[in-house]
């Protein structure tokens, strides 16, 4: 796409936000900027809250029910990276760093792979450490005061590794196969797709991602969106097939506060191959 019809094309979006939301789009970007969180402070904060808590000795600690999502986050990471509780690592990029460009900087994916993926890393490992000692106390306030730093860090360490598979060099173009035929069946064209989940995406308000998900229940696929690192699996119930990362952090240092550029350029990297393995996974153990 030429830089007059990504423009182009970008402005329309735009003004399809602001006929959707109700919001002028300059109003979107100061959004942006006033309420979306350094994730730095987020991650570091985060660390200190889990340092905070404090486990009673067993005997000391009240009787209770422990969340289930809590089990959930470590499922789901089970099922997308076949690892054990507490035993998080980074996983590697299936490409260079600087394979993305121009769509997506060298500098922005070294920082946000090895910088802040690890991170989340670092922070969830630390938060599992205190949940077996919580656990042992049979202390589950302490547990269930855990559970914001592991849908957070867990949430991060999950979406993260999606994203880094969802994205590939000489990629971009249309989808192809029984992932192109759901799209069409859904949002009526690649084209209706496109725009319903840039819109989205561009209007979280905040941070969050952007998702197209696969909906067991229904087998079909849907565009939602998430705040923060919450996992799309369980605030939605879809199963995450595609999803973009709008923290500022993931484009501030090249589009600046225009987010809905860095969204028309992410359909650049999109590898929809694992995007299309994904939705057949998906609906297979689904039984479809």
Wanted: glycine share 10%; with cysteine; net charge neutral.
């Amino acid at each position: 796409m030429s830089n007059g019809n990504k423009d182009a094309y970008i402005a329309a979006l735009e003004k399809k936000l602001a006929e959707l939301s109700g919001i002028e789009v300059d109003q979107i970007k100061k959004n942006q900027l006033a309420s979306a969180a350094d994730e730095a402070r987020a991650i570091r904060e985060m660390a200190e809250y889990v340092d905070s808590i404090q486990v009673q000795k067993p005997g000391v600690a009240a009787a209770g029910v422990v969340n289930p999502q809590i089990a959930a986050i470590f499922s789901h990471i089970k099922a997308e990276l076949g690892e054990e509780r507490g035993a998080h690592s980074l996983p590697k990029l299936g490409f260079a760093y600087g394979a993305l460009e121009p769509h997506i900087s060298e500098v922005i994916m070294k920082i946000h792979h090895d910088k802040h993926h690890q991170a989340y890393i670092n922070n969830l490992n630390a938060a599992t450490q205190k949940l077996v000692e919580a656990e042992k106390a049979k202390d589950v306030g302490a547990m269930n005061a855990l559970l914001p730093a592991i849908i957070f860090n867990g949430g991060g360490h999950i979406n993260h590794t999606i994203f880094w598979t969802n994205m590939g060099p000489n990629a971009g173009g249309n989808p192809s196969g029984a992932i192109a035929a759901a799209i069409d069946k859904e949002f009526g064209s690649f084209k209706a797709f496109k725009d319903k989940f840039s819109a989205a995406s561009v209007g979280v308000k905040g941070s969050g991602w952007g998702w197209l998900g696969y909906c067991p229940k229904n087998d079909k696929v849907a565009v939602a969106t998430c705040q923060n690192q919450d996992p799309l699996e369980l605030k939605h119930g879809l199963v995450p097939l595609l999803g973009v990362d709008v923290w500022e952090h993931a484009y501030y240092l090249q589009y600046h506060n225009l987010r809905g550029g860095y969204v028309e350029a992410f359909f650049d990297v999109i590898n929809w191959a694992n995007v299309g393995e994904r939705y057949d996974k998906a609906r297979k153990a689904a039984g479809h």
